[in-house]
């Protein structure tokens, strides 16, 4: 009889602990659908959420051009690393892609190939491919291409090409990157970066 009612204590305490990461998780996105609501409220936007506790997602218009905003997220060691994706329908006149080296050798997907290496003013490592493009090494030598990535502290990768651009960063603070001031001032370096390209 000890042992049934040490069990039902465990499983009690079990079912509380998941009742409570459920609510720390749905607080967060709950803040984060916060962030995109005044992000709704200065640009032409909507906010969807899916469930409870689901992450909440932003499709909308920037500066004439479709802009979706949403979330995936991973555990590395004892931390969860939240990734912002931000989708922008600007074409570029040539297909090229910007990775933090870092986060590139994480990804395993095997040995860099056709790349330029730049160094930021921080120090940060990019990895700009393909570098056999003609175009591709001349956004390398360009200065407003590099002040882009000089800013860049967070970044996972830029792609680009004629579908638009996917642009990645990574936070542990995803309350605070999702901020509309944030938003806002990372969606006009897409734009700039549309000029520059």
Same mark, same amino acid.
């Given at each position: 009889m000890?042992?049934?009612?040490?069990?039902f204590i465990?499983?009690?305490v079990?079912?509380?602990?998941?009742?409570?990461?459920?609510?720390?998780?749905?607080?967060?996105?709950?803040?984060v659908?916060r962030n995109l609501l005044?992000l709704? #409220?200065?640009? #032409?936007?909507?906010v969807?959420?899916?469930?409870?506790a689901?992450?909440?997602?932003?499709?909308?218009?920037?500066?004439?051009?479709?802009?979706?905003?949403?979330f *995936?997220?991973?555990?590395?060691?004892?931390?969860r690393?939240?990734?912002? #994706?931000?989708?922008?329908s600007?074409?570029?006149?040539?297909?090229?892609?910007?990775?933090?080296?870092?986060?590139?050798l994480?990804?395993?997907a095997g040995?860099l190939? #056709?790349f330029?290496?730049?160094?930021?003013?921080s120090g940060?490592?990019?990895?700009?491919?393909?570098? *056999?493009?003609?175009e591709?090494?001349?956004?390398?030598?360009?200065k407003?291409?590099?002040k882009?990535?000089d800013?860049?502290?967070?970044?996972?990768y830029?792609?680009?090409?004629?579908?638009?651009?996917?642009?990645?960063?990574?936070?542990e603070?995803v309350?605070?990157?999702?901020?509309?001031?944030?938003?806002?001032?990372?969606?006009?370096?897409?734009?700039?970066?549309?000029?520059?390209?």
């Open positions: 000890q042992i049934v009612f040490y069990f465990f499983l009690l079990l079912i509380g602990l998941w009742f409570f990461m459920v609510w720390i998780r749905k607080t967060m996105w709950d803040a659908h005044d709704e #409220d200065q640009i #032409d936007g909507r969807q959420r899916k469930g409870f689901g992450r909440p997602f932003f499709h909308g218009h920037f500066k004439g051009s479709e802009v979706t905003i949403n *995936s997220s991973e555990k590395k060691g004892d931390k690393h939240t990734y912002v #994706d931000i989708s922008y600007v074409s570029s006149k040539f297909a090229f892609s910007v990775s933090e080296k870092g986060w590139l994480a990804q395993q040995p190939e #056709d330029l290496e730049l160094e930021t003013d940060q490592k990019m990895i700009l491919r393909p570098a *056999s493009s003609k591709v090494k001349a956004l390398s030598i360009n407003e291409f590099l882009i990535l800013a860049q502290v967070d970044m996972a830029i792609f680009g090409g004629q579908r638009g651009m996917l642009y990645e960063y990574i936070t603070e309350i605070k990157a999702t901020e509309p001031e944030q938003l806002l001032t990372r969606l006009t370096m897409l734009e700039h970066l549309k000029e520059v390209l």
